[in-house]
């Protein structure tokens, strides 16, 4: 009998939301490792009951994945080869998501007072950066030595998680016949005004020699993508300036699996 296409976990842990799917894994996992001739020690071992279980096992029985054959229920073929699969993409899934829950027990962070040692501090970012001032917020910690403003105070006893919000990429255009204009010029110095404490940078060589006319502000003209990437992850925003006609490749370098926000728009408006 033909498998049924919507194989659970196959997606990792996203796919054990469907009704059953993480019993009818148990229940494979059961009949490929052990010899199982009643369902009621399953169903006891599951936490489950024996009606239960006797369903998840018609289920699999329908979708091929299961039998009962020379007074055993057993996996198939197609079921063994399901199992696995399902196993497998639960590991990498698991092992992706741990990764990235390293526990931290301290850390350092910029002071934004004077701070003696002891102090209970709460932790915040300010412009991307990790700041410690007394008091209290969702995330705290205890400073280790005395350290004075705009010092590295080593902060432990860490509790929370310090929010930071994505910063958003915003993209400017213009064409390569306003490249020249003194118009654009005036637009460029415009809405740098309007755009402070953001990150500035160009992509590609007519964007950055066209910023670099109208301002004298540091300029970021490598690995644009991954910059802007990066402060947004520190909650900072960044402003890039790039031609119409150099934006779908700027764009794909930020085609990932969680690409920080973006908002792109004419320079001319």
Do not use: K
Not at 81 to 108: F, I, K, N, Q, Y
Not at 196 to 211: D, Q, R, S
């Amino acid at each position: 009998m033909r498998a049924r296409g919507n194989a659970p976990a196959a997606g990792g842990l996203a796919g054990l939301r469907r009704a059953g799917a993480a019993t009818e894994l148990l229940f494979l996992y059961e009949c490929t490792t052990r010899e199982v001739a009643q369902l009621r020690p399953v169903a006891h071992r599951l936490g489950l009951t024996v009606q239960a279980v006797s369903h998840v096992y018609r289920q699999l029985q329908q979708a091929g994945r299961a039998e009962f054959r020379d007074g055993l229920y057993r996996a198939t073929v197609p079921g063994v080869a399901w199992l696995h699969g399902a196993l497998g993409a639960l590991r990498e899934d698991l092992t992706e998501r741990w990764g990235r829950l390293d526990v931290v027990r301290s850390c350092r962070a910029v002071a934004a007072t004077r701070l003696a040692a002891g102090r209970a501090v709460a932790l915040e970012m300010r412009d991307g950066v990790l700041t410690a001032r007394p008091g209290s917020g969702p995330s705290e910690g205890r400073v280790v030595a005395s350290v004075g403003r705009g010092g590295l105070a080593e902060v432990t006893d860490l509790r929370g998680i310090v929010a930071v919000p994505p910063g958003r990429i915003r993209v400017r255009t213009f064409r390569d016949a306003d490249a020249a204009a003194p118009a654009t010029l005036g637009a460029i110095r415009r809405t740098l005004r309007a755009s402070t404490g953001l990150l500035l940078a160009a992509f590609g060589m007519e964007a950055a020699h066209l910023v670099a006319r109208a301002t004298r502000q540091p300029l970021v003209r490598y690995g644009v993508a991954a910059a802007g990437s990066e402060a947004s992850s520190l909650g900072v925003s960044s402003l890039v300036f790039v031609r119409d006609a150099d934006l779908p490749r700027f764009l794909a370098q930020l085609d990932r699996a969680s690409p920080p926000p973006i908002e792109v728009r004419p320079l001319s408006e």
